[in-house]
């Protein structure tokens, strides 16, 4: 059993709290550790270090920020086997996918290591007679990283790289579920030079959270996790001054037209469906046939997804468990009101159960056909293994349907027609957008980010809009004295 502290000042950090929860191993159900539950003290404890070390940090040269940040680099690519395992045997994927999580999270990295080109500003020569004009733009001090269970490694490095790069100085409060990929991320920037207090890590839950919302020290949040706690996050964050990026849930569509390759559009539903048992912003959860093609369509991912080996992630399996067993839980409870709702169950995850497993979290891949609107298993995200089938009769419903739904993160058509393809491009009302690609996620040096309801604040992650998050412009106007101009004139000041 291990402790998982908090870190401050590049060591661990056990808080004063005496609060802890239990971190689950959910393939076998078996508690591993236990993670200190930061009380507000500890939390103005762990704020306190990163405002100190900040002036320095600012004041550090771009050549000193960008040496550690591609030693972090370096660490991270030589180590990722460790990271990997560590997000395993907390969170439950399989090791490759959690490979590939380090992996995306690593790109956001190398982006950040481009931050002196990032970071240029403009300069006007003789903006006005002898007057020069520049823009600079700034860190903003302490900078909280709220994240989720699903991605521990990879949504944290969303956001620290560009916020170290830029200046800043990071406090991170990972999800209870899954904190320990937080620790290791710590010490490797420890090992990579970075200086005390620069990345802190602060271990917690609701408690944690409010002390970062509402301190003065910090000056930005950037939030990731369901949708109603993201709306209260940016409300709460903005009532105190600071800014915010609260991303949120999700509810991702992929039409299917009649043309499409349906071999392309069955794997991809099983992929984007039921990799990482669902738990991903970016699954497919609702797929929209159009016309012709639903019948063919289910029967082909029905194949595939009854060919799906569910189990421990270490053992070659294609899908680990559910993160813990009351999600699981709940999950399963989605499958049961749907079936009673009248929605066909065609895979039924329920029976699922492992060999030598018996205490896992697992639901198997479940698909559900001639779903409506108005069930439960299409209106709530679900965050599991269950994808549901939804029958249209023309491109136009499809995307009205689409767009009737409050979440706006990713969406995908599959389609063989370049001018569709365009026109949903256009017409869909959702930040990230996939043609014959299901799970859309952006590479680093784009931005990360839905609309409507998976998104609250106005800048996306990463990319450049990640680099104006993390700081603030400045504008300089400035004039060298020449003895021979001068004189009182209240007039304002134009150019000449
Ligand atoms: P969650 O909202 O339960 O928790 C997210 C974070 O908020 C965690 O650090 C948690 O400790 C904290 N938290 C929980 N309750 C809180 C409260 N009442 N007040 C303040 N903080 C609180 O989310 P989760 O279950 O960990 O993650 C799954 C959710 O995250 C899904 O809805 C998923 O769609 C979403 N998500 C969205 C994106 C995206 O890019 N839009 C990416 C990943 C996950």
């Known amino acids: 059993m291990t402790t998982i502290a908090h870190w401050v000042n590049n060591e ?10 239990p971190v689950t191993n959910p393939a076998t159900g078996a508690v591993t550790g236990e993670v200190a539950l930061a009380d507000a003290r500890d939390a103005q404890h762990v704020i306190a270090a990163a405002a100190a070390a900040f002036p320095a940090w600012r004041d550090a040269s771009l050549a000193r920020r960008t040496a550690v940040l591609f030693r972090f680099r370096e660490l991270l690519d030589a180590r990722k086997d460790e990271l990997a395992a560590i997000i395993t045997a907390e969170h ?57 269970f699903n991605f521990p490694a990879m949504v944290p490095m969303w956001f620290f790289p560009v916020a170290i790069a830029a200046g800043n100085t990071v406090v991170l409060k990972p999800s209870e579920k899954d904190p320990s990929a937080s620790l290791w991320l710590a010490r490797l920037w420890a090992e990579a030079g970075l200086p005390a207090g620069v990345f802190n890590v602060l271990q917690g839950d609701k408690v944690a959270v409010d002390e970062l919302l509402t301190n003065p020290a910090v000056k930005a949040v950037s939030f990731v996790g369901s949708t109603p706690i993201a709306r209260s996050v940016y409300t709460t964050a903005t009532a105190h001054g600071k800014r915010v990026q609260a991303l949120g849930g999700a509810k991702n569509h992929a039409v299917v ?80 009101q749907a079936e009673t709702d009248g929605a066909k169950l065609v895979v ?45 009769e023309t491109y136009e419903e499809a995307l009205a349907l689409v767009n009737a739904n409050p979440y706006g993160n990713g969406t995908a058509i599959f389609t063989n027609d370049g001018g569709a393809a365009r026109k949903f491009r ?49 504008v300089v106007t400035t004039r060298w004295p020449d003895p021979s101009q001068g004189g009182v004139n209240l007039g304002f000041p134009r150019n000449t």
């Open 426 to 474: 256009n017409e869909v009302e959702v930040g990230m957008v996939g043609i014959n690609v299901p799970i859309p996620v952006p590479v680093a040096y784009y931005s990360f980010g839905g609309w409507k309801n998976s998104l609250f604040g106005d800048t996306h992650a990463h990319g450049t809009e990640g680099v104006h998050f993390f700081t603030r412009g400045k």
């Open 12 to 21: 661990p950090y056990a808080g004063g709290s005496g609060s802890t929860s």
């Open 257 to 336: 037209l009649p043309d499409a390759d349906l071999d392309l559009a069955a794997d991809s539903m099983v992929n984007a469906g039921f990799g990482s048992a669902g738990e991903r912003c970016m699954a497919i959860s609702a797929v929209v046939t159009v016309g012709s093609v639903a019948d063919e369509l289910v029967a082909r991912i029905a194949e595939r997804a009854t060919k799906i080996r569910t189990g421990d992630g270490t053992r070659g399996t294609d899908m680990g468990p559910l993160v813990t067993k009351a999600h699981r839980d709940k999950v399963k409870a989605y499958v049961d």
């Open 92 to 148: 439950g994927k399989v090791l490759s996918d959690a490979l590939g999580e380090v992996a995306r999270g690593q790109e956001v990295v190398e982006f950040a290591c481009g931050i002196p080109h990032l970071l240029k500003g403009g300069f006007s020569e003789n903006a006005s007679t002898s007057v020069d004009v520049s823009s600079l733009r700034q860190p903003l001090g302490v900078a909280a990283v709220i994240s989720p």
């Open 348 to 392: 039924d995850g329920r029976q699922v159960r492992p060999e030598g497993e018996p205490d896992g979290f697992w639901l198997g891949p479940t698909l559900l056909d001639h779903v409506r609107t108005d069930m439960s298993c299409y209106t709530d995200e679900i965050f599991g293994p269950v994808l549901s089938v939804l029958r249209v």
